[in-house]
């Protein structure tokens, strides 16, 4: 009877050990794919400030794609987020998901976060470029519509 507990048991902890390096990480960038994703866009006290949707393609590491945000507060400073347009990024290799909504020869505004249970969360971020710091300017969140 011991013999049999002492084999249950190896067996066990073998089986759990294999389970974990075969399951998936749910946090894994790899599971970010192509489609259209809802967006909702948060200013630093939590209140929605823009919304509308992305599409993109994604391939390999690199990110392309469209927008169209319009602002949920007339007046407010968010002209760099909304619009039409096409908007492009990049996966890193730690995961994160970056992508930029405007790119100019100056300013720029940009998402950037993490993939998970069908979301794209994190930061919105404004800067300029040449070497001075981005500034976040609140949250976003990007349900994949399905």
Request: aromatic share 10%.
């Amino acid at each position: 009877m011991r013999n049999f507990l002492k084999i249950g048991s190896a067996c066990f902890i073998i089986g759990l050990i294999a389970c974990s390096l075969i399951s998936c990480d749910k946090n894994s960038s790899s599971l970010f794919e192509s489609g259209t994703y809802s967006y909702y866009g948060y200013d630093l006290d939590g209140q929605k400030v823009t919304e509308g949707w992305i599409t993109v393609t994604v391939e390999d590491s690199l990110i392309e794609g469209t927008k169209n945000i319009v602002e949920m507060i007339i007046g407010g400073s968010y002209l760099m987020e909304v619009g039409v347009g096409l908007i492009s990024g990049r996966i890193s290799e730690d995961g994160t998901i970056e992508i930029y909504l405007l790119e100019a020869h100056g300013p720029y505004m940009l998402i950037r976060g993490h993939y998970y249970d069908d979301v794209l969360k994190g930061n919105r971020y404004w800067g300029v470029s040449g070497g001075a710091p981005e500034t976040v300017i609140g949250t976003f969140e990007a349900p994949r519509n399905k």
